[in-house]
Structure formats: C-alpha cells, structure tokens
C-alpha cells in the first residue's frame, strides 16, 4: 500500500503547537517515513539493496515534495516515528506532525479527526513514495471531493493511494489487514452506501519490478541490477 506507515515509538513530537488559522477549506495529509539506511523501502532493499533503497526513497520525497507544494491547499506533514525541522519538507509550505496511534488505520482517523477538528471541510491523505501521481491528480481529486463525499485512489497493489473524504468515518479505518490487496476492496465495501468518486488506478514503489523499467529510477540501481531503457 502507498501509505503504509512504520509503528510509532514512544518519542513525543518535538516540535512547539502553534495555533493554526487555515488558509483553505481543503487540507492534503502526506503521511511518510524519515528516510533512514535500513529502514525505508524494505521490500525494495531485499533486490536492490539499503543504500539503493534510501537513495530511490529520497527521490520519491523530492517528488512528493515538487507535485504538493503548488497546491493551493494547506499541507501537512505525519511523520512515522520523530518530526525532522531540516529536512526535505520546508516548515514554511508543509505543517509538520507527528503520526499518532498503534497501526495505520488509528493513525490514518487521528489525522483526519485533527485537521477537521481545525475547521478544513475535505482533507485528502496520501503517501511520500508516488513517483506515477501529478500535481493535477492531486488537484483532480479535490475537484471530485467537492462533488463526492469521498474520493478514492486505487493502487495496482490491491491497496489505495489517496483517500479523501469531508467527515471522519470510523468503519473506513477499523478490520483491515494493512499492507494487503484486500484494503481497497474492503474499504469500498464500507463505502457502498455513499458518494464515491474512484480515480485512475496507478502503481506505488514498494518492490524492484516496480523501477526496473521505469528510466528515472535506473541511476539508483546496482551495477548487476542494470536494466537501461533504450
């Protein structure tokens, strides 16, 4: 699944609550991993190696970071284990938090329940490993979330890459097993009584099959790994 997050340690979020005006009715959700040798993209890491990993995985947040920051929406930022002040996400564009709750599904309704909690009327969460999403994908399901009551992005995994919605609804994050190709299908059972909008299906990077073909990707793969576009 693209949002998979690692469970949380028991560090507290370091960094000062400030009181937040919103500058926009619509608030995107970036949940991610801090990049770390051994611990990021281990699936990936298994063919390619940590170092490869790491580098693939960095380059996703540098994506991840290029197609949100024109949004016209506010963005925040979960971060798995500890919030990082210098990295990658500029605290002046991305609002940084702290990932709350024992599996993702808790976590996932605690961020929800806190930006609505802040006065956003759509919030939409997504992962930090997307290389095949756009920034006008991003805008495209904000536009289909003024429409719709939530808004749902497949992933070929069998998992989902973004979901939005305009109030919390707990069956969404509760019986499900996490990192499976079960999700979306149960996720979508849980929705089958509402306004669903279901956007293109795309492919998250979580193993070598997925960057092997892919050029952008081949400047990070081992030399006995080399698998060059013509």
């Known amino acids: 699944m693209a949002i998979?997050?690692?469970?949380?340690?028991?560090?507290?979020?370091?960094?000062?609550?400030?009181?937040?005006?919103?500058?926009?009715?619509?608030?995107?959700?970036?949940?991610?991993?801090?990049?770390?040798?051994?611990?990021?993209?281990?699936?990936?890491?298994?063919?390619?190696?940590?170092?490869?990993?790491?580098?693939?995985?960095?380059?996703?947040?540098?994506?991840?970071?290029?197609?949100?920051?024109?949004?016209?929406?506010?963005?925040?930022?979960?971060?798995?284990?500890?919030?990082?002040?210098?990295?990658?996400?500029?605290?002046?564009?991305?609002?940084?938090?702290?990932?709350k709750g024992d599996d993702l599904g808790v976590r996932m309704q605690n961020a929800f329940t806190e930006v609505f909690e802040m006065g956003y009327e759509r919030a939409i969460i997504i992962g930090s490993d997307m290389f095949d999403m756009t920034a006008n994908d991003l805008q495209n399901a904000f536009s289909q979330l003024e429409q719709n009551d939530f808004v749902v992005g497949p992933a070929e995994d069998g998992g989902y890459y973004l979901l939005g919605m305009k109030t919390v609804k707990p069956s969404v994050f509760n019986n499900k097993t996490w990192g499976t190709e079960t999700v979306l299908?149960?996720?979508?059972?849980?929705?089958?009584?509402?306004?669903?909008?279901?956007?293109?299906?795309?492919?998250d990077i979580d193993y070598y099959e997925d960057v092997k073909d892919i050029e952008a990707f081949q400047q990070f793969l081992p030399i006995h790994l080399d698998n060059k576009i013509d």
Do not use: M
């Not at 009181?19 to 990936?44: Q, W």
């Open 185 to 203: 299908k149960d996720t979508l059972q849980d929705l089958k009584s509402e306004k669903v909008s279901i956007l293109e299906e795309k492919n």
């Open 4 to 99: 998979l997050g690692s469970k949380n340690s028991d560090q507290k979020e370091n960094s000062k609550e400030v009181f937040h005006y919103p500058t926009s009715k619509n608030a995107l959700l970036i949940f991610t991993r801090n990049p770390e040798l051994g611990k990021c993209k281990t699936r990936l890491a298994k063919t390619v190696g940590d170092e490869a990993a790491l580098n693939i995985y960095e380059f996703l947040l540098q994506h991840t970071v290029a197609i949100t920051t024109p949004l016209q929406v506010d963005k925040f930022v979960y971060y798995s284990v500890k919030v990082r002040e210098n990295d990658v996400w500029d605290a002046s564009i991305f609002r940084k938090k702290q990932q």
